[in-house]
Antibody, heavy 119, light 107 residues
Framework: QVTLKESGPALVKPTQTLTLTCTFSGFSLSTSGVRVSWIRQPPGRALEWLAHIDWDGDKFYSTSLKTRLNISKDTSKNHVVLSMTNMDPEDTGTYYC???????????WGQGTLVTVSS | DIQLTQSPSSLSASVGDRVTITCRASQSISNYLNWYQQRPGKAPKLLIYGASDLHSGVPSRFSGSGSGTDFTLTIDTLQPEDFATYYCQQSYIIPRTFGQGTKLEMK
């Protein structure tokens, strides 16, 4: 059974760095072809892809956010970590991690974690 | 970046209706188009991948079609649990992008 769960702070101050952890089970990021992504959703708005990391350590980022993002993995702990620097109130929203499946689709999602950026 | 434009942005329908949602890509994406359903306060769920393949466990009243730049999601015989927001997403190229969503409301 594939599960993913996001964890991290619910509130961060402007200019701070956000660090989120995705803890997953039911698959291994050391298996060829496996990838995990981060996606976010501001309140009442559409989904926005942020980044993904491959089983072999390759990393890919959103064009508009790549200077602020870093994605990493700890295969032994079944963790994928996303950090985002210089947080702004516009970054408020629900952050999801998801496994990438057939045809590059996001086949399994975590429940999401709401992050509010406010002083 | 590839832009995905969904139409309509919102749609009113009744239980038992057949509805179609369209997604148009700003350039050809072959069949690398996926559809998701999101209920309020919940994470999105994958419905269709590769434009027309049904994800495991998804009811057969959901179907997808299209290739290149024009895609459709069809829901036959709407059920009460189908009233939600639907998103398309392209997996042809990085960066991945989503459509703006279509909110399906009960008439």
């Amino acid at each position: 059974q594939v599960t993913l769960k996001e964890s991290g702070p619910a509130l961060v101050k402007p200019t701070q760095t956000l660090t989120l952890t995705c803890t997953f089970s039911g698959f291994s990021l050391s298996t060829s072809g496996v990838r995990v992504s981060w996606i976010r959703q501001p309140p009442g708005r559409a989904l926005e892809w942020l980044a993904h990391i491959d089983w072999d350590g390759d990393k890919f980022y959103s064009t508009s956010l790549k200077t602020r993002l870093n994605i990493s993995k700890d295969t032994s702990k079944n963790h994928v970590v996303l950090s985002m620097t210089n947080m702004d109130p516009e970054d408020t929203g629900t952050y999801y991690c998801a496994r990438i499946g057939y045809s590059g689709s996001f086949d399994f999602w975590g429940q999401g974690t709401l992050v509010t950026v406010s002083s | 970046d590839i832009q995905l434009t969904q139409s309509p942005s919102s749609l009113s329908a009744s239980v038992g209706d057949r509805v179609t949602i369209t997604c148009r890509a700003s350039q050809s994406i072959s069949n690398y188009l996926n559809w998701y359903q999101q209920r309020p306060g919940k994470a999105p769920k994958l419905l269709i991948y590769g434009a027309s393949d049904l994800h495991s466990g998804v009811p057969s009243r959901f179907s997808g079609s299209g290739s290149g730049t024009d895609f459709t999601l069809t829901i036959d015989t709407l059920q009460p649990e189908d009233f939600a927001t639907y998103y398309c997403q392209q997996s042809y190229i990085i960066p991945r992008t989503f459509g703006q969503g279509t909110k399906l409301e009960m008439k």
